[in-house]
């Protein structure tokens, strides 16, 4: 190799211009201008916006709900994060009041007292006068204190027609080991307030009949009630290897106050012989005799995450984690959930497998039997036959697809189907030709736009 | 902390994860970029600051590859390439590049033009004998010249057909850029007393930039240039501080009628360079600066030395 290495000579005199000087002063200049990642979401000094519209749809008429979102995220130059977020929910459809179904058609007295619904013999009774609208507004805010110390604060708000929320949260997070792991500690506290149609039912009281001299006031107590909840949640983040990283969580919840669902019912059933034998218990006019339901005034849940993602060389991601939750009220519950992100040039499509697996709570009641209805004096304090309070298992089987476009947006779109299956007591005389526990079959579809 | 992991924004192109190599006193990244070996030399840091200086390093880069490649549909170049006379505002990085552009198109007296790359359409380095004639250089002529592009920041406008490629900065850009990356973090990690002292090299196919001289003091010692002649043959260069560039032509050129075409074309005549040397490196104070004064000289051909010698730089030159 002719390689020669030269030393500089200034003396030297050539025809030539001398633009070193020059040229060292534009590149300084050049690597002076920080560099712009305009395309790129998450740069200081901009905003990101998101929107999104989910729809929900139940089958056999149930609930459906469309749920348009936007929220708008504001990168700051030191770090801070503001997040602010819109929804608004429309729900109709009908919902299971949780009376069992029966060989002869039932009638039933609307929350509100001032009319009536008559579900057919062999038909689960669902309320279908059932229809709300929800606006719900979120602020949130994370900002680091120095390297190792980050905290985030929100507020949050939803308004629906009988339901009012008011939350609030803080938390804090500390990174050690270059960063490798994550300490955070979290803590909020909500106050809701229900001020149904028709008041508030006392508990484990017989629905009054309309039109049957019934007076609906007396089986209420109050216009409106309330609850607390203050969740604590702690958890670990942790970088495990270049492509591995996993999160554990352990979060409290303790609820306080009026936990009951002003619209549900219970079925009481004869259980003399008869006739009617294992039917509805008639009251003294001949009229099928319904409890309000009554829950806890307080409940307090543990719950277990750990979630783990492993993203491949292919830039491919795998996504699993599990939840265990446990509460005082005798439900446990296991959430499986799987998610793989196949990359496909500047598309995505994820496929996402969940399956959850609930015991029952210990005061479900599928009906309540003649003996502890007691002839108005029930022996039970509590008693609910929400289905979703019951022994259940549900899987969700969905497909998401996203892409990138090149000025750097992203559209996406998520299916996603589900089937809840009910198992429990199938009661006893009559009431075991009837199906008790009918499926839950949700469609969810959501289009989404961030930019 | 999730720079440790890649998203798949992290990496457009797709190209294979960076590698990790070496031990508590000496270690070795690398990754593909902008059609080279991607190589990051680093002392003094552990194994997860080294993984995380590697990964920010492929990140910066691939970010301008993406950015700033005329193979990427809808990115600026594309947006500017297929305006069709329209006018592009462009982002402050942009901006700044096509500055210092101008810049170089006027140090060099028209010599340095990213408009140029519609030559490469009638030339073809790819070792054959094909010459174009004056017709078809004439032809493609039209479409050349910086200062055909009308350029008042933050807005351009150019004729139709013309194309403007950053291929000829892109790699110099992405060196100094990850070095003042490198560099923060690095100051970053040393206020966390997460690290005492560290020293770090940059080498994208032979244009390099180093954060200072080895951790014993003394120079790091780099492999700028393989001959055609004798692929194992690496000619070494010293650095201690700054960078250095290479320009050659040793792997692409056209020979004809014993004449060697230079891959360099000079577009105020559309021809290629002769008699322009097989490489040259230029030590500078940062990567552009010295990768601007080696393709400079390699545009001087025969008077690349004298061209160098007023420059007052320190320079390798191969013939």
Known sequence: MQLMKRKVSKSTVRPIKKIAPALAAASCSLLSVASDTSLARGEAGTWDFEAASLFYVETDDRVSAVEPVFSATRNFEDGEVLNLKAAYDVLTGASPNGATPSATPQTFTTPSGNSTYTTDAGDAPIDDTFKDTRVALSASWLAPINRDWEYNAAFYGSKEYDYLSLGTSGGIKRYLNNKNTALNAGLSFSFDTVEPEGDIPSALVEMAHKGSGDDFNATRIDSSDSKTIIDALFGVTQVINRNTIMQFNYSLSVSDGYLSDPFKILSVIEDTAGANFGGNLQDDNGNDIYLYEARPDSRIKHSLYWQTKYALANGDVIDGSYRFMLDDWGINSHTYDFRYRWQLGSSYLEPHLRYYLQSEADFYKRYITETEYNSGRPTLTEATADYRLGDLDGITVGLKYGHKLNNGHEFNMRVEYYLQSNSGDNGVGLLKDQDLYPDTKALIFQVGYSF | ?319
């Open chain 2, 1 to 319: 902390m999730a720079e440790l992991i890649l998203s798949p924004q992290d990496n457009p192109a797709q190209h294979p994860l960076p590698k990790l190599t070496g031990n508590r006193k000496f270690w070795v990244g690398c990754f593909q970029a902008m059609a080279s070996d991607c190589e990051l030399l680093i002392e003094g840091v552990d194994e997860a600051q080294a993984l995380a200086l590697l990964m920010l390093a492929a990140k910066e880069t691939w970010r301008i590859e993406h950015k700033f490649s005329r193979y990427v549909l809808g990115n600026i170049i594309d947006r500017i390439n297929t305006a069709s006379g329209q006018p592009i505002e462009v982002d402050s990085e942009t901006a700044s590049l096509l500055n210092f552009s101008d810049q170089c198109y006027q140090l060099s007296d028209g010599l340095f033009d990213i408009s140029s790359g519609a030559l490469r359409k009638i030339w073809f380095f790819d070792g054959g004998d094909t010459v174009p004639d004056a017709t078809q250089i004439k032809e493609v002529s039209q479409l050349v010249g910086w200062h055909k592009v009308d350029w008042q920041a933050p807005k351009l406008s150019m004729p139709r057909k013309m194309e403007l490629d950053f291929g000829g900065i892109g790699k110099e850009y992405a060196v100094d850029r990850v070095v003042l990356t490198l560099n923060a973090e690095v100051d970053r990690l040393s206020k966390l007393n997460a690290l005492s002292k560290s020293s770090f090299v940059v080498n994208f196919g032979g244009d390099l930039a180093c954060s200072g001289p080895r951790l014993d003091g003394s120079p790091w010692t780099i492999g700028v240039e393989n001959s055609e002649r004798d692929q194992t043959s690496v000619a070494t260069v010293s650095l201690s501080q700054g960078a250095v560039a290479t320009s050659g032509d040793s792997r692409r050129y056209l020979l004809k009628g014993g004449v060697r075409y230079s891959h360099i074309l000079n577009p105020l005549t559309g021809k290629s360079i002769l008699d322009a040397p097989h490489a040259i490196s230029v030590a500078a104070a940062n990567c552009m600066q010295a990768g601007m004064l080696s393709t400079f000289a390699m545009l001087q051909g025969e008077q690349a030395e004298a061209f160098l010698e007023a420059q007052g730089v320190q320079y390798w030159i191969q013939r």
